[in-house]
């Protein structure tokens, strides 16, 4: 059984006019092709949708049930073309962003809150993930773009694009009311040479993990390492109940958790990289109006 647009269109034509006379000079055309249209659809449907007499035509039970749904698909087809013009633009669509848990805290709000308001019909799907969990996601096309803490590995490098979002310098994290924390000067880590450090391991953030390391190479320090963890979240956990210090970007003072004191490094303590990796060949115009943001904000 086909049913075409036209036939529902001179369906609804006569439903509203209740007159073919009326509906063939609405549709601008005659009333015998009308007539033969209505039939048509009739014997397509089987079963009759008007009621006859020689002054009007009324609905059938079946007829009453068609008129709103024959609407609403007219309507829908009329929107197709928009629909399909937004798609092309990057103005609808799906956009599947992943983000290392730091971008929690600084870039990805705010990035979320702007493309929203350009863009509400574009649903977006995300997903918090460690860097190498996110580049296994866009190889496998499971992803459209990445927040995430670089270098990218070099087999990788002709697979992705890569853009800097944020540099950032790392602060302490450290439990609350040590007594070598008084006072709002910068920390020099020497006075905490015996505390536990809490830290990311190296397999899931080699660059994160070398820049914490260096910071207390280069206080003449050898770390004691207490805790491993992958999350931001659970890292500054572990500094509320004690366990050790942290190193970790500025941005993650916002997450305000009991019992943390955020103190800046003495020194030139390194910056901390995150960017936004996708594929080359993704030509997705969700993701690509996703990126016009971005390099508009550089």
């Not at 633009?89 to 929690?104: H, I, K, M, N, Y």
């Not at 500054?236 to 109940?241: D, E, K, P, T, Y």
């Not at 941005?251 to 990289?273: F, H, M, T």
Request: aromatic share 6%; charged share 20%.
């Amino acid at each position: 059984m086909n049913i075409e647009l036209r036939q529902l269109r001179y369906f609804v034509a006569v439903a509203e006019e209740s007159h073919f006379g009326r509906a063939a000079a609405r549709l601008h055309m005659t009333q015998p092709p009308l007539s033969q249209t209505i039939q048509s659809l009739e014997a397509a449907l089987g079963t009759p949708l008007f009621i006859r007499t020689k002054r009007s035509v009324s609905l059938t039970p079946a007829g009453t049930a068609l008129l709103p749904e024959a609407r609403r698909i007219l309507q829908q087809a009329g929107n197709l073309p928009d629909l399909a013009r937004r798609a092309a633009s990057g103005e609808s669509g799906l956009l599947a962003l992943s983000f290392v848990s730091t971008a929690d805290y600084s870039v990805l709000p705010p990035l979320l809150r702007e493309f929203r308001e350009r863009y509400p019909q574009v649903q977006i799907d995300l997903r918090e993930a460690t860097t190498d969990v996110q580049l296994e996601l866009l190889l496998q096309g499971r992803t459209d773009a990445g927040l995430l803490i670089p270098p990218l590995p070099d087999k990788s490098r002709t697979d992705f694009d890569y853009m800097t979002v944020l540099s950032e310098p790392l602060i302490l994290a450290a439990p609350r009311g040590m007594k070598a924390l008084q006072g709002n000067s910068p920390v020099d880590l020497r006075l905490l040479a015996d505390m536990p450090l809490i830290v990311f391991p190296r397999r899931i953030a080699p660059a994160f993990h070398d820049a914490i390391l260096a910071c207390f190479r280069d206080a003449g320090l050898t770390p004691r390492i207490g805790q491993e963890a992958i999350q931001m979240q659970t890292i500054v956990g572990l500094v509320s109940a004690g366990m050790g210090i942290a190193l970790v970007p500025q941005s993650v003072s916002n997450l305000k958790r009991p019992g943390v004191d955020y103190k800046p490094l003495a020194g030139k303590p390194p910056l901390v990289e995150t960017g936004l990796a996708w594929r080359r060949d993704n030509q997705s115009p969700v993701l690509h109006a996703f990126l016009e943001l971005l390099r508009k904000k550089k």
